[in-house]
């Protein structure tokens, strides 16, 4: 099975890199491309927004922050690739085309941001949509997608389904500013909308639970129904 996994840099970078974590990602990650090709889009997480609010003050435009994003997406690309070993790419593809080469040399990609104007979740579903995954998988630091932001209210309550189209009623009204996205951004929803991909958002935390996705057995998460 082809998988994109879209990790958020809320897990990879929540403060500080969290290597331990990235370790265990990677153990996962070269047991499964075994039987499965595997591709991970990294965030920016912590590092980003580090570099963008002050760039931001000063002045700088958001093309020009959101470039900023992009070397630091791709700092925890060339991390995450380095902790994989040699199964992983060395140089994180630029675009798709040069991440399709590597998978054809058996590689795992792994790669973080491409152009300007969306975040890494636009990227993974490009990625999903250019390689024709049968999974694409958005992890972040909850399980899955929910009616209100579940770590202000407790309360809230996660959806086990939600169609493509209240994702992208959900979605249209964020924010584009760098370093500001927030469940994912539109072009991703649009992108997951049009060429019908399967889509679970889930806790990439829970590496357990990430893997039995992936094996197609029981799972925690949102399933985004699209068609
Ligand atoms: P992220 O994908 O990490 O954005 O890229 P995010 O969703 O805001 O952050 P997390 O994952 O939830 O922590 C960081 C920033 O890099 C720029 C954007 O400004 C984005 O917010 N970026 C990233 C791009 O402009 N293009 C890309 O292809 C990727």
């Given at each position: 099975?082809?998988?994109?996994?879209?990790?958020?840099?809320?897990?990879?970078?929540?403060?500080?890199?969290?290597?331990?974590?990235?370790?265990?990602?990677?153990?996962?990650?070269?047991?499964?491309?075994?039987?499965?090709?595997?591709?991970?889009?990294?965030?920016?997480?912590?590092?980003?927004?580090?570099?963008?609010?002050?760039?931001?003050?000063?002045?700088?435009?958001?093309?020009?922050?959101?470039?900023?994003?992009?070397?630091?997406?791709?700092?925890?690309?060339?991390?995450?690739?380095?902790?994989?070993?040699?199964?992983?790419?060395?140089?994180?593809?630029?675009?798709?085309?040069?991440?399709?080469?590597?998978?054809?040399?058996?590689?795992?990609?792994?790669?973080?941001?491409?152009?300007?104007?969306?975040?890494?979740?636009?990227?993974?579903?490009?990625?999903?949509?250019?390689?024709?995954?049968?999974?694409?998988?958005?992890?972040?630091?909850?399980?899955?997608?929910?009616?209100?932001?579940?770590?202000?209210?407790?309360?809230?309550?996660?959806?086990?389904?939600?169609?493509?189209?209240?994702l992208v009623d959900m979605v249209k009204s964020y924010s584009l500013g760098?370093?500001?996205?927030?469940?994912?951004?539109?072009?991703?929803?649009?992108?997951?909308?049009?060429s019908k991909i399967r889509t679970i958002f889930l806790n990439g935390r829970?590496?357990?639970?990430?893997?039995?996705?992936?094996?197609?057995?029981?799972?925690?998460?949102?399933?985004?129904?699209?068609?």
């Amino acid at each position: 099975m082809k998988v994109v996994i879209s990790v958020g840099g809320s897990i990879l970078v929540p403060n500080e890199i969290d290597v331990d974590y990235m370790h265990e990602l990677a153990e996962l990650t070269n047991k499964l491309s075994d039987r499965h090709q595997i591709s991970i889009v990294t965030g920016g997480g912590k590092t980003a927004r580090k570099y963008i609010e002050p760039a931001r003050r000063f002045g700088a435009s958001e093309i020009f922050c959101d470039l900023i994003g992009i070397t630091a997406t791709r700092l925890n690309a060339r991390l995450l690739a380095a902790v994989i070993g040699e199964k992983a790419n060395l140089e994180p593809p630029k675009d798709f085309i040069a991440a399709l080469k590597a998978m054809n040399f058996g590689k795992i990609v792994v790669m973080g941001g491409t152009h300007p104007g969306h975040s890494t979740d636009a990227v993974s579903a490009l990625l999903a949509e250019y390689i024709n995954a049968d999974l694409l998988i958005n992890a972040t630091d909850v399980d899955g997608i929910y009616d209100k932001d579940p770590q202000k209210y407790k309360n809230a309550k996660m959806y086990e389904k939600l169609s493509v189209e209240q994702l992208v009623d959900m979605v249209k009204s964020y924010s584009l500013g760098a370093g500001k996205y927030e469940l994912i951004d539109i072009l991703a929803a649009k992108i997951i909308q049009r060429s019908k991909i399967r889509t679970i958002f889930l806790n990439g935390r829970n590496l357990k639970n990430m893997r039995t996705t992936i094996e197609g057995k029981k799972f925690i998460g949102t399933v985004i129904e699209n068609g």
